[in-house]
């Protein structure tokens, strides 16, 4: 079941207002359409964040490229403030024109492990963009903990707690939310779920969203990534309209191509594992077959600033 956090309007504005939806959330234009109030979204675009690492305290800087074995000496680790980093992000989704009908954050919202004082502070952050009528969409990440981020949840009922993953239909493409857990494992039973979901729906080219890598990355911090990542490009593989799948975890911008499936890495919206990393968002625009893929860094002088990736909707 997923965690959907739907756009405020004006009057709640300013409380914390959450509602969780049921086991596939449907989208339809019309609902995105009714909540936007007077602002125009585009029913075609998404913003992509990953990893934003909120921590309860808004002035945590952290140094991202301080892990054992890392190349970085001691007196030159980069640090990043993260609650600055999404409030950056934040106004810079707001901003675009026209906005973006969904904000899907892909896995380790938290800063440690999930803590509530964590989500009260990343709820906080997210506040303005819910009410400029942006829905927002979470996966679970290694460092976040359903159980607290239920309790910081309001409304929701005993029972729709569970593994959060969804679909999103929306007009081009079918987004499909996956829940890898703390440890990186979807399960057969997820599995199976996914399977079902991308069956039912054949007519229409899908992307899928998962924090962890499916298979080892090859960047500055090599991390193993998802235990059943296997089986997960098996059965993407055996679908020829699963046309990508989008993961975080590695903090790192990396595009790879299986086939037909495009494996897009996202960068962290806060701190970067090298120094010299990328760290932002993406926006993601989808047309009748294409899905075009913009890096935005936080730091606008980075060289990957306004790198383009376009995927091929069309099987
Ligand atoms: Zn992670």
Redesign the pocket.
Known sequence: MPITLPPLTRRQFGKVAIAVGGEALITSNASAARNSENTELDQNRVALLA?THISADPGRRYPGTKWPGSPVSEDEHESVNMAESLSETAKRVIALEPRPVHLILN??CAFSSGKVAEYKEFLRLVEPIRAAGVTVHVTI???DNRENLWKTLPFLRKDQMGIQAEVIELEHANLVLLDSGRKGVLGDKQLKWLANQLDQRSDKPALIFG??NPYPNRGVRPIRGMQDGAALLKLLGERKHARAYFY??THEWQHDQKGHLNLINQPAVSYYFGKGIANGWVDMRLTDGLAQIKLHCINRKHKQHGDRITINLTT
């Open positions: 990893d896995g380790d990440g290694n460092h924090h962890f975080g975890h």
